[in-house]
């Protein structure tokens, strides 16, 4: 029995030591797969309109990020205090960048943490911004494994937890680039 349980933790270890390195990869297929082009798709609601729209933030922009701010100023980002566009930028830009960034395995330990924060502030504006309420907002532990944020949000951290702990894996830039940043050292 005892030899039995031992060759079963040593296969055990050997599959896992051979499947480990596909983790990286697999993490980013699933993000790409299930959020690239969530988060694309909020960013360009945030762009004004033609080809100068990548350098204007329409007034959406503002109330996505700011929902309580532009309602009390009369849903004019003119109004904002003047931190409010730099906030809004970054988080715009963040949402092409960070997930691009993951997808290709380009500085994807920090993408990914850069990923996780954004996910975390999201979440915050969606509860204290946007007012969601119990059903939307879940909870551990229970029946119901459909809530966007205790639910949905926390696979979404856990598969970028992944990235942040093991980097972007064999198949990705960092990989590549590796060598290049250890000769200039």
């Known amino acids: 029995m005892s030899h039995d349980i031992h060759q079963l933790q040593m296969y055990s270890s050997r599959v896992g030591k051979g499947l480990n390195p596909l983790l990286p990869p697999l993490a980013r297929l699933v993000f ?4 690239l082009i969530y988060f694309w798709a909020s960013a360009m609601t945030k762009l004004g309109d033609g080809f100068f729209g990548l350098f204007r933030l329409s007034s959406g922009a503002y109330v996505q990020i700011f929902p309580r ?5 009369g849903y004019d ?7 409010s566009y730099p906030v809004v930028l970054a988080g715009t830009y963040g949402e092409f960048v960070l997930p691009l960034l993951i997808v290709i395995g380009l500085l994807t330990r920090i993408a990914a943490l850069g990923m996780i924060g954004f996910i975390a502030v999201q979440s915050l504006t969606d509860i204290y911004g946007h007012g969601l309420t119990r059903p939307d907002i879940g909870m551990w532990f229970d029946r119901d494994p459909s809530s966007l944020i205790a639910d949905q949000r926390t696979f979404w ?8 702990v093991q980097g972007g894996g064999a198949l990705s830039l960092d990989r590549v680039l590796a060598p290049y940043h250890h000769q200039s050292r």
């Open 32 to 35: 790409a797969g299930t959020l």
């Open 77 to 83: 980002p003119g109004q904002l205090s003047w931190w």
């Open 69 to 73: 701010a532009m309602e009390t100023v």
């Open 157 to 164: 951290t856990f598969v970028l937890l992944v990235l942040v």
